[in-house]
C-alpha cells in the first residue's frame, strides 16, 4: 500500500513515515518547509520528499492521504484533495489504527517537556532490555532516530495537545488511549487553536477519560491547573512526583548539586538511587522523576531507571552543544515558552564555573508570533548576561518592547547576518551562547561557529 504524506517534514509527521516504511508502506511525501533532523532522517530511509503542495502531487498513484495539522482549507493541494474525493485520513488517526492497536502505550503529555520526558522513558526500557518502539518530536541521542516499531508490546509516544487536522479539531493525543500517562506540567499555550487555559484543560481531560482503571497516571504534586483537570473526574489510580522535600508525593528528588546534575530518588520516602548526569536544570529533574516513575509501572526498578539516565544522552536540539570555537559554546535549544525559556536559562546559571550567558532568541511559536506571551519574555531571559532578539518576518508584534524592558543588556534585530556579525563581534572567552528557536533560524548555528573560527576573530 502507498501512503503520501501532507506536511511529511513536521516532527510528528516524519516520524510516522518512518514508522510506515518499517511496517513495509510505499511512503512518499511533500512539504515546504524542510531542514534538519528531520529532513535528513527521511533521506536516509529514503523517503521520496517533494517540494511544496501542489495538486499535481496528488497524481503519485498514492492509496491513502495522509494530512498533517499543518494542512489548512485553502491549500490548493488540500482543496484539490477534496474535490477530488480522494481517501484521507490524520496522521493520529493512521497512528491509532496501524501502531497502536493493541500495544501498551506510555503516552507523555504537558506544556514543556515531552520531547524530553518520552526520550528518557524511551531510552529507560531500552536499557532495561524491553525494546520499545516510540514516537517522539525530537530525535534522542541514545537512538539517533525519532521513530521505531519496536520489538514488544510497549509503545512510547509524545502525546501532543495541538489538533488533529483541519477536519478533526480534537487534540492528537485522544487518538492513542494510553495505559500508563505521563501529564507532566500545564500552562497556557498554543493560542492560535485555544482561547484560554480552561480549553487546553478540557482536552485535558478528554485524555483522562481514555486512559484505564487499571491503568496509571503521573502528575506533578503542585501543578495547579492539572489538579483542576483531575477534580472534573478521574477514574485512574495516580502516582505524584515533586523536586520539593514537603508534601506527600510519591516520588520525590533531592537535590545534591544545585544545577541539577547530581540528585537522589526517592519513592514512598525511601531513597533509592542517585542520579548523576551531564544535565543541569530542576526541569530535567523533573522530566526524570516522570519518566522513572511512568517506567516503574512497567516493571522497571527505580534502580535500573537511574542507572539507564545517568548514560542518558540527551535529545538533539534540546540544549544540544554545536560546537566550541575560541572556548565560545553554542547551544542549539528548541525554546517555545517563556517557561522553557527561563527554566533552560536558569539551569545553564546553576552549573559551575559557567561564563557570560548569551542568549539568542527567535519568538517563532505561532503563540510568541501572536504577542500573548510578550510581557513574560522579558523576564524568562533574565538570567543571560546578553541578549539578543530576533524580529521575524510576518510577527504580529514588535520585539522592541522587550528590549526597551531591559535596554542595558538586550537588543533588537531583524537581519540573521546582522545577529551573526553582532555575536562576533562581542564574543568572549567562556561566553555561552545559547540560541532558542523552534525553528531552523536560517542556519544560524554553523554560521555563526563559522564567523567565530574566522583567523581574524579574537576575543
Known amino acids: ?33 524542510v531542514y534538519p533532523p528531520m529532513s535528513t532522517q527521511l533521506e536516509a530511509a529514503n523517503i521520496e520528499l517533494m517540494e511544496g503542495f501542489r495538486p499535481e502531487h496528488l497524481d503519485c498513484g498514492a492509496d491513502l492521504f495522509v494530512v498533517g495539522n499543518a494542512m489548512a482549507r485553502g491549500n490548493p493541494i488540500v482543496e484539490a484533495l477534496l474535490n477530488r474525493q480522494l481517501p484521507y485520513v490524520s496522521g493520529p488517526q493512521w497512528l491509532a489504527d496501524h501502531v497502536l492497536q493493541g500495544r501498551w502505550v506510555l503516552a507523555c503529555a504537558g506544556t514543556h517537556g515531552k520531547t524530553t520526558t518520552s526520550s528518557m522513558l524511551a531510552w529507560i526500557l531500552d536499557y532495561a532490555g524491553m525494546a520499545p518502539g516510540f514516537l517522539i518530536g525530537g530525535v534522542p541521542g541514545n537512538f539517533g532516530l525519532s521513530a521505531r516499531l519496536g520489538e514488544t508490546d510497549f509503545f512510547v509516544i509524545e502525546a501532543d495537545e495541538y489538533d488533529t487536522a483541519f477536519f478533526d479539531k480534537r487534540s492528537k493525543f485522544i487518538h492513542y488511549r494510553p495505559r500508563t500517562a505521563i501529564l507532566n506540567n500545564l500552562e497556557f499555550d498554543h493560542a492560535d487553536i485555544f482561547p484560554d487555559l480552561e480549553a487546553i484543560q478540557r482536552q ?7 486512559v484505564p482503571a487499571q491503568g496509571l497516571l503521573i502528575t506533578p504534586e ?36 544545585a544545577d541539577g546534575s547530581c540528585f537522589q530518588v526517592l519513592y514512598q520516602g525511601r531513597e533509592l538511587a542517585s542520579v548523576t548526569w551531564k544535565h543541569t536544570g530542576v526541569h530535567n529533574v523533573h522530566n526524570a522523576l516522570a519518566a522513572i516513575a511512568a517506567a516503574h509501572h512497567v516493571g ?27 572556548d565560545v559554546t553554542v547551544y542549539d535549544d528548541f525554546a517555545h515558552h517563556p517557561t522553557a525559556i527561563a527554566s533552560t536559562l536558569e539551569g545553564l546559571r546553576q552549573k559551575e564555573g559557567v561564563g557570560r550567558i548569551v542568549a539568542v532568541i527567535e519568538p517563532r511559536s505561532n503563540t510568541m508570533r501572536m504577542g500573548v506571551h510578550g510581557e513574560n519574555l522579558s523576564h524568562a531571559a533574565s538570567v543571560a548576561d546578553r541578549v539578543f532578539w530576533y524580529q521575524p518576518e510576518g510577527q504580529d508584534w514588535g520585539v522592541n518592547a522587550l528590549v526597551q524592558a531591559d535596554f542595558e543588556k538586550a537588543s533588537q534585530h531583524s537581519s540573521v547576518q546582522d545577529l551573526i556579525d553582532t555575536l562576533v563581534a562581542e564574543s568572549q572567552a567562556g ?4 540560541i532558542m528557536s523552534n525553528g531552523g533560524f536560517e542556519g544560524i548555528h554553523d554560521r555563526l561557529l563559522m564567523a567565530l573560527d574566522k583567523p581574524e576573530v579574537t576575543n
Not at 14 to 29: H, K, M, N
Not at 431 to 434: A, M, S, T
Open 222 to 257: 503542585a501543578d495547579q491547573a492539572l489538579n483542576q483537570v483531575l477534580s472534573l473526574g478521574c477514574w485512574t489510580p495516580v502516582e505524584t512526583f515533586s523536586t520539593l522535600e514537603e508534601g506527600a508525593a510519591s516520588w520525590k528528588a533531592r537535590l545534591e548539586k
Open 300 to 326: 522497571v526498578v527505580a534502580e535500573v531507571a537511574v542507572e539507564a539516565l545517568c548514560r542518558f544522552d540527551g535529545v538533539k536540539r534540546r540544549m544540544e552543544v554545536r560546537g566550541q570555537v575560541r
Open 204 to 210: 485535558f481531560h478528554h485524555l483522562v477519560r481514555t
Open 431 to 434: 561566553d555561552q551562547v545559547v
Open 1 to 33: 500500500m502507498h501512503i503520501h504524506i501532507l506536511g511529511i517534514c513536521g516532527t510528528f509527521m516524519g516520524s510516522l513515515a518512518i514508522l510506515a516504511r518499517e511496517l513495509g508502506f510505499q511512503v512518499s511525501g511533500c512539504d515546504q518547509n
